[in-house]
């Protein structure tokens, strides 16, 4: 199957590129940049969206209602139809992703680009259309179902992650919208089995026996994963699944699913956002825009802890502990909040809040 990022530049030609850079008032260059960036994160976050089965299917459906040509997209951007088109591409995002997650991406592709948050947001839904038709045309040409599509993203998760420029994939892994940890292990499995590869091939006499080559692969990986300085272990959900504050809140188990709804996805959204927002809070005109994309965060939260009666007890203390992991970063964004002059008695009263919600969903 061909590489998905390649596909989907394949139909941004530079015609289709130069139109979306004039829609939306952008030096062609700076426009290649965003976009560049962009489409590998679309990409990964529909990899993670099809992890369930609700996400699978509404991708699905999705799939099946595109039917534009690139020809008909290209008329589309900068014509009469440019706003519609876009807001039909938010629209799909917004209910793939949620609302949170996909303002917390145009945050992250903004500050990488220099683009403002409602340019960047806009550019997403012109490409939304795209990636989506792109990604279309692949599942009718191979006859995939649902799971065929979901298997395709899955399979090519760790190379749609590398093509993300570090810049951009350091922000959005920061916010939790992509786990860089898979690529990398991935690379290094790679690149530790190449060295075991050369070596025993170096010479014929040198021939080393299957299974002692397994082994020093396995350590290899040990030796990179254990041994690094600077590594820190925050914290262990149960069954060997990790939780970084500031990287993803933890790796989705099964058990945290909850009618369709991956409970793990929707506490990555809610922390990305947080994590995006609270930095940027420096006075009271600033604490009171902010105060929205707070009280967004806290809805979904207010949904993880309503679904959350639907667990079971493991499934409980599991995402106590994605939650716990994650609280003393947000807390720390808190504080440097409160103490900024002015802020308090803007920001205090959701602040509260929010902790109080952390602190009620950490405690299984």
Known sequence: ???????????????????????????????????????????????????????????????????????????????????????????????????????????????????????????????????????????RTAGLDAGGVASLLASQKDQIVSAIPSGLADQLSAAGLIDRAGSEMASAADRTTSRVARAATSSPSAQWPYWLAALVVLGGLAWYFMGRPGDEKVAEVPKSTTARPDATVGVANPNLTVGGVNLTNQVNSSMGTLRSVLPGITDTASAESALPKIREAMAQLNDVSTKASSLSPEGKAALATLIAAATPTINQMCDKVLATPGVAGIAKPAIDELRSKLDALSRA
């Open 1 to 139: 199957m061909a590489n998905l990022v390649s596909v989907v530049m394949q139909f941004l030609t530079p015609d289709m590129i130069a139109k979306i850079a004039s829609a939306l008032g952008l030096d062609r260059t700076l426009a290649q940049k965003a976009i560049g960036g962009a489409v590998p994160a679309l990409l990964s976050s529909l990899a993670d969206a099809s992890t369930t089965p609700g996400g699978m299917r509404q991708l699905f459906n999705l799939l099946q209602q595109q039917s534009g040509s690139p020809e008909s997209m290209r008329s589309a951007i900068g014509g009469s139809g440019q706003k519609a088109f876009a807001d039909s591409g938010s629209s799909m995002l917004s209910g793939l992703f949620g609302g949170g997650a996909l303002d917390t991406m145009a945050q992250s592709i903004g500050r990488f680009a220099g683009l403002n948050e409602g340019v960047s947001k806009s550019l997403l839904g012109m490409l939304a259309p795209v990636v989506l038709g792109a990604l279309g045309q692949q599942q």
